[in-house]
C-alpha cells in the first residue's frame, strides 16, 4: 500500500475538499482523485460520500482514517529515527567510458567515501 495514497486519504478527511486537498499537497485534482479511486479499489470499501459542496466519510472511511493515520505516524517516526537508518555500507561498482573515469568520477567517488566510509567503490573503465 502506498502511502502517499494514505496521506492524500487523511488530507482529504481533513479538508472535505479534492480540491482544498490538490492544492495543499501541491497535486492536480485527477490524481487526488486517482489515489482515493485506488485505495477504494485496494481495500474493496467505499470511504467516501462525494457530495456537490465536497467529500465526507463514511462509516467504513472513519474506521480507515484511524488506522490510516496510525500508518502515517509509524512510517514519520521511521524516517525520524537516526538508528533504524544506519550508516549506508555496502559496494558499488561503477562501468563508465574511460574519459568520466579518468576526469569526473574521481572526484564524486572521493567525496561519496568522505561522506559514507562504509561504501567501496569500484570502478571499471568501458568503451
Known amino acids: 500500500?502506498?502511502?502517499?495514497?494514505?496521506?492524500?486519504?487523511?488530507?482529504?478527511?481533513?479538508?472535505?475538499?479534492?480540491?482544498?486537498?490538490?492544492?495543499?499537497?501541491h497535486l492536480a485534482q485527477s490524481t487526488v482523485t486517482a489515489h482515493i479511486k485506488a485505495l477504494e479499489a485496494e481495500l474493496?470499501?467505499?470511504?467516501?460520500?462525494?457530495?456537490?459542496?465536497?467529500?465526507?466519510?463514511?462509516?467504513?472511511?472513519?474506521?480507515?482514517?484511524?488506522k490510516a493515520s496510525l500508518v502515517l505516524d509509524a512510517e514519520a517516526a521511521l524516517r525520524a529515527d537516526p538508528d533504524v537508518r544506519g550508516p549506508i555500507e555496502g559496494t558499488v561498482g561503477i562501468v563508465a567510458p574511460e574519459s568520466l573515469c579518468g576526469h569526473l568520477l574521481p572526484a564524486v567517488?572521493?567525496?561519496?567515501?568522505?561522506?559514507?566510509?562504509?561504501?567501496?567503490?569500484?570502478l571499471s573503465p568501458a568503451g
Open 109 to 122: 567517488i572521493a567525496a561519496l567515501q568522505r561522506r559514507h566510509p562504509g561504501v567501496e567503490v569500484t
Open 1 to 25: 500500500m502506498d502511502t502517499r495514497v494514505l496521506a492524500t486519504f487523511v488530507a482529504l478527511a481533513r479538508t472535505g475538499s479534492f480540491t482544498a486537498t490538490a492544492v495543499e499537497l
Open 44 to 66: 474493496g470499501l467505499r470511504l467516501l460520500d462525494r457530495l456537490p459542496v465536497g467529500a465526507t466519510l463514511t462509516d467504513a472511511g472513519r474506521r480507515t482514517l484511524e
